[in-house]
Each structure stands twice: as structure tokens, then as C-alpha cells.
Nanobody, 117 residues
């Protein structure tokens, strides 16, 4: 089992920045990727970014490319999502996700990000 706890959400004005954090604990040695997803009201959960636990490779959704940066620390057991130039469309609950061997996934409970225009 892997436990994930997100933090760092909040209310920010359009054009502002926030940094989300996700701390993983438990059987973290099996994690291959750490990922961020988000879900806006009335919409399906969507992929935002992912990074290998080693930090060697990162991928982003087109909607956030150039504005968001994913990174790791603490031997890959902490993942950050630095969000800049935030837009109202970025308002959502942001979820941390860990992908382990065998395509098993674990989810955090989410953190709310609200961007006011």
C-alpha cells in the first residue's frame, strides 16, 4: 500500500502561482511514476503531469505545458507541481497519483485550487 497526501492548494488570482506538494509513504519502493490529475466541477478527471520516480522524465498535458513544472525530492517520495500563470480554467481539485508495477495506482484525497479572474 502507498499513502499519498497532497498540500498547497488555495485561492489565487489569475496570473498567480501556487506550488502543490504530495508526500508518499508506505511501500514507495514500487512506485514507477508520480502523477498529478485534476477534476473541475462537472468534468471528468484529467491528466496534468507525470514524472518518473527517478526524476529523469516528465510529461505534461498540452493545457499546462510551459506553465506547470513537476519535480521530485526525497528520493522520489515527494512530488511537487509548480503552477505559474494560473488561469480560471485551472480551477479544480488536484489529485496526486502513484503508479506502481503491474499498473496499480494509488490516489491522494486531493487539494482544491481556485483561480479567481
Amino acid at each position: 500500500q502507498v499513502q499519498l497526501v497532497e498540500s498547497g492548494g488555495g485561492l489565487v488570482q489569475a496570473g498567480g502561482s501556487l506550488r502543490l506538494s504530495c508526500a508518499a509513504s508506505g511501500r514507495t519502493f514500487g512506485i514507477n511514476y508520480m502523477r498529478w490529475f485534476r477534476q473541475a466541477p462537472g468534468k471528468e478527471r484529467e491528466f496534468v503531469a507525470r514524472i518518473m520516480k527517478t526524476g529523469r522524465r516528465a510529461d505534461y498535458a498540452d493545457s499546462v505545458k510551459g506553465r506547470f513544472t513537476i519535480s521530485t525530492a526525497n528520493a522520489g517520495n515527494t512530488v511537487y507541481l509548480q503552477m505559474t500563470n494560473l488561469e480560471s480554467e485551472d480551477t479544480a481539485v488536484y489529485y496526486c497519483n502513484a503508479l506502481v508495477a503491474g499498473d496499480v495506482t494509488y490516489w491522494g484525497k486531493g487539494t482544491q485550487v481556485t483561480v479567481s479572474s
